[in-house]
């Protein structure tokens, strides 16, 4: 169902006014997890000032290690959706647990399904029951025909509005947290007829790395990009190596509008 074969034509998703599959490129920003209020609020401003509509923020956080912190779970989701609509923006959040996905629609815009859940296939089936877009990450180690399949479960149950994210796969290399796989783009493109979005801050896992990523990304076709932006990373609970500043994010913004423009 969700082969360019079975229909030629691009699937557009459409999230508060942004239309992933347009042509166009597009942003899906925020911090890593929510943490307070504050926080969430801070950051949603600025995506605002950049004309940015899609916030995203991990309430319900799957953490390598168990001591790690784990996410405010229902209240970060009540304070993304709160801060969204003063902010006019819609919420993309990932859901862990089958059993969070129903009272989880009352709050988010786009379920995200993570890395580590791809293959959670009773996942799988749960978001492709729902009425919502689903924003499926690739697996770890999964392969692009997995990750294909892995939407092919979300398809089957009738829900076609999927967005396919590309966020680096474990490889040898150590210079980066996870290798980008930016062929995977015009492959997926010309498999599917999903949109499909680059994380630059997960596949990275670096700073210095996200502009000429984002770069990348968009050239070589991605409908949008994925990033982390934290108002004070240095004291992020979780990723804070990796996450924006609101500086940063403003000059970074800066740069890719110029990008685009060119292209
Ligand atoms: C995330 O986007 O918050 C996240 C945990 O990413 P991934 O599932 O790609 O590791
Ligand atoms: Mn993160």
Known sequence: LVSRKKKPDDTIVSIN?????????????????????????????????????????????????????????????????????????AVVSEILNPYDMEAALDYVDVIQIGA????????????????????????????????MYAAEYIHAQGNDQ???CERGIRTYEKATRNTLDISAVPILKKETHLPVVVDVTHSTGRKDLLLPATRAAIAIGADAVMAEVHPDPAVALSDSAQQMDIDQFNDYMKEVKAFAGKI
């Open 162 to 164: 999927i967005i396919l």
């Open 17 to 89: 006014g942004e239309n992933l599959g347009d042509g166009k490129a597009h942003f899906i920003m925020g911090p890593c997890a929510v943490e307070s209020y504050d926080q969430v609020k801070a950051v949603a401003q600025a995506l605002k000032a950049q004309g940015l509509k899609l916030l995203r923020g991990g309430a319900f956080k799957p953490r390598t290690s168990p001591y790690d912190f784990q996410g405010l779970g229902l209240d970060g989701l009540k304070i993304l959706r709160q801060v969204a609509d003063e902010e006019g923006l």
């Open 116 to 147: 580590r859940n791809m293959q959670n296939f009773e996942l799988l089936k749960v978001a492709g029951a729902v009425r919502k877009p689903v924003l499926l990450k690739r697996g770890l180690s999964a392969t692009i025909e997995e990750f």
